[in-house]
C-alpha cells in the first residue's frame, strides 16, 4: 500500500466521524485497552481519529526563515467484550505523517501499525488477573536516514510478534501492571536490513524468550490536560539484565474544544540489537481529533 493511501484513509475516517457529529457527541474514550461494556456479553467498539498538522510560509522576510510542512494522521480502534470473569479486548493504532522543509522531498515522519490482543480471566479478588496478550508492530512505508539516501525500514523490515502470558493488577485506579513471560519473533522482510536489527547478514527471523514488564498511568491532571504514561521492558533470557529493551512514552493530551487539541508526546527507547544509543522522539503538535462510538 503506497503511503499517501494510508494517509488519505485515514483522513476519509476522520471527515465520516465529522458528518456523525452533527448529529450526536460523544466523548473522547480512554486509552486502555480493556475497558468493561456497560453490559456483559456486549461489544464495545471506539474510534479516535485525529489530524495533525503544521506550515510555515516565508517570503523576503528580515529575520529569515525556511518554509515547512508536515501533517499526521491517525486512527485508534479498541475494543472489548466480556463474559462472566473473561474478557478480551483488543486495540489497533495507525499512524502515518509527512514533512517537507523548504522545497525538498517529502520526508516520512510518523509511520505505525500496532496491534495489541489481550485475554483475562479474573480471580475471586478482581485486582488480580491471568492475562494472556498477542501484539504485533510494524510500519507502512520505507524509512530513510538524515540524508535521506539509506534506507532503515520498511513494511515487515522489521516486524515483531509478542506472546505474553502472565499475572495482572488492577487496583481500579489509574495505574495497571502485568509481568510475564514471554516469546517474540522478530521478521525481516527485506534482508539486506537484517544486521541492522540484530540478526545474522542475510537472515530474516528470529525468536527470543524472556520477561516482560508492562505498567501504564493514565489521569486528568489540569481540567481538560490527560496524561498517559506507558513502560515495557523485555529482557532475554539468554542476555545479561543491563541488555533489557526498554519502551517508555509519555503524552500529554489537551483538549481545547470539542474537535481542537494539542499533544506532546516523549518517548524513549533502548535496544542494543539496534544500536548501543539512547533512542529519543519528541513531538508537539496540533490538530483536529474526534471520537466515536
Do not use: C
Amino acid at each position: 500500500m503506497r503511503s499517501w493511501h494510508v494517509l488519505l484513509i485515514s483522513i476519509f475516517v476522520i471527515l465520516t466521524g465529522f458528518q456523525s457529529a452533527t448529529a450526536q457527541k460523544l466523548p473522547m474514550p480512554t486509552d486502555d485497552l480493556l475497558r468493561t461494556p456497560e453490559e456483559e456479553g456486549d461489544w464495545e467498539i471506539r474510534i479516535r481519529s485525529g489530524l495533525n498538522g503544521s506550515q510555515a510560509y516565508y517570503r523576503e522576510w528580515a529575520q529569515g526563515g525556511v518554509d515547512r510542512i508536515a501533517v499526521v494522521a491517525s486512527t485508534m480502534f479498541t475494543g472489548v467484550y466480556t463474559d462472566g470473569p473473561y474478557q478480551y479486548g483488543f486495540r489497533l493504532d495507525l499512524r502515518y505523517g509527512r514533512t517537507r522543509q523548504d522545497r525538498g522531498a517529502f520526508r516520512k515522519s510518523e509511520d505505525l501499525i500496532r496491534l495489541r490482543n489481550q485475554f483475562r480471566r479474573r480471580f475471586t479478588d478482581e485486582r488480580f488477573s491471568l492475562t494472556a496478550n498477542v501484539n504485533f508492530e510494524t510500519q507502512f512505508d520505507k524509512g530513510y536516514d538524515r540524508s535521506f539516501e539509506i534506507v532503515q525500514s520498511r513494511f515487515l523490515a522489521p516486524g515483531t510478534l509478542t506472546e505474553t502470558i502472565g499475572l495482572s493488577f488492577d487496583p481500579g485506579s489509574d495505574f495497571e501492571s502485568m509481568f510475564g513471560i514471554s516469546l517474540r519473533q522478530t521478521f525481516i522482510r527485506d534482508t539486506s536490513l537484517s544486521e541492522r536489527y540484530g540478526l545474522d547478514q542475510g537472515e530474516w527471523f528470529r525468536n527470543e524468550a524472556g520477561f516482560t514488564v508492562i505498567m501504564s498511568y493514565e489521569r486528568e491532571i489540569w481540567t481538560n490536560v490527560k496524561y498517559s504514561g506507558y513502560i515495557e521492558t523485555f529482557s532475554n533470557l539468554q542476555k545479561s539484565l543491563p541488555s533489557t529493551d526498554v519502551t517508555l512514552t509519555n503524552e500529554l493530551v489537551g483538549r481545547i474544544n470539542s474537535y481542537l487539541t494539542t499533544n506532546f508526546e516523549f518517548a524513549i527507547q533502548y535496544n542494543d540489537d539496534i544500536t548501543k544509543a539512547l533512542q529519543i522522539k519528541q513531538i508537539l503538535s496540533v490538530g483536529l481529533n474526534y471520537s466515536f462510538r
